[in-house]
């Protein structure tokens, strides 16, 4: 059987990481559509879950890594913003973050030092705020 399977399978696409994301979304949203009793969400899991299935014995390889790679690229940038945003917050205490009004770069200057002229160190535009 595991060979027939094999000979199958051969030449087609399987599953990948952006696949096992859509089991899992399907699998929340069967079960939220369980709990609040909503028939559209579940044809929506249903549409995932053959789309899911659609993907893995796809003879379209390219077109499929291709999607890989984009669903990689969106969760890479998601991680590099959401630990940019957690280095920010534990910063927050200590240092004050200003936008430069030329080029829009963040600058971050020690709290508590009053008025001060900050220059931006990408532009070298030079404002005055108050930290």
Do not use: H
């Not at 399978?9 to 952006?18: I, T, V």
């Not at 609040?36 to 995932?48: E, F, G, K, S």
């Not at 014995?57 to 984009?70: G, L, M």
């Amino acid at each position: 059987m595991r060979e027939k399977v094999q000979k199958f399978m051969a030449g087609r696409y399987g599953f990948d990481e952006l696949s096992k994301a859509y089991l899992g979304l399907t699998v929340v949203l069967m079960v939220l559509s369980m709990v609040v009793r909503n028939q559209a969400l579940y044809l929506i899991a249903l549409a995932l879950l053959v789309y899911c299935y659609f993907r893995a014995f796809s003879k379209n390889i390219a077109k499929r890594q291709s999607e890989s790679q984009k669903f990689r690229n969106f969760r890479y940038q998601s991680v590099v913003k959401w630990n940019a945003l957690r280095n920010r917050q534990a910063q927050k205490k200590i240092y004050r973050f200003y936008q430069c009004p030329q080029c829009r770069q963040k600058v971050r200057v020690p709290r508590g030092k009053g008025k001060i002229c900050i220059t931006c160190p990408k532009c070298r535009t030079e404002f005055i705020k108050k930290s």
